[in-house]
């Protein structure tokens, strides 16, 4: 159901055909690297936290990891993700699929700078086994992003 509220976003601008969806598991950075023979750190993985009893989201690159004192200074509150059934719940995509697009309404979405490095990344599309190639400029229009952040480490 989750690739299919995706396939349904993208449809608004007749992108829908480009998901690829796999016959292995895309489900971590480094399955999904496989996947698309790619590098991991392209992979723009969406990782669910819970800040003010709301789900946001922060899409960032495979590479790069949650800074606990960037995401504090930045959201006024400790980094807690959202347990696998939360982010169901909330979001609307199942853990593996976790994507900014076709999600349920309210969830803020924010793009982390590790991505600006890249001409294109391969963020999930609602379920373990897709992805979509989107350029930065892309990403930032079919996310429908509040504002971009630095909240991770460890790509620098």
Request: charged residues 25%.
């Amino acid at each position: 159901m989750s690739v299919e509220a995706v396939r349904a976003h993208f449809r608004k601008w007749n992108i829908e055909d480009r998901i690829q969806e796999f016959d292995v598991s895309s489900a971590t950075v480094e399955k999904a690297a496989e996947a698309l023979h790619c590098e991991e750190k392209r992979i723009a993985k969406t990782l669910a936290f819970l800040v003010n009893d709301a789900a946001i989201l922060v899409v960032m690159a495979g590479d790069a990891k949650v800074d606990n004192r960037k995401f504090k200074a930045f959201f006024h509150t400790k980094a807690v993700m959202l347990t696998p059934d939360q982010v169901i719940e909330m979001v609307g995509h199942p853990v593996g699929g976790v994507c900014p697009f076709g999600i349920k309404e309210g969830v803020k979405v924010y793009l982390d700078d590790s991505l600006k490095r890249f001409e294109t990344v391969f963020p999930a599309c609602g379920s373990g086994n897709s992805a979509i190639e989107l350029t930065i400029s892309e990403l930032e229009k079919y996310s429908g992003y509040c504002e971009w952040v630095n909240v991770s480490k460890g790509w620098e």
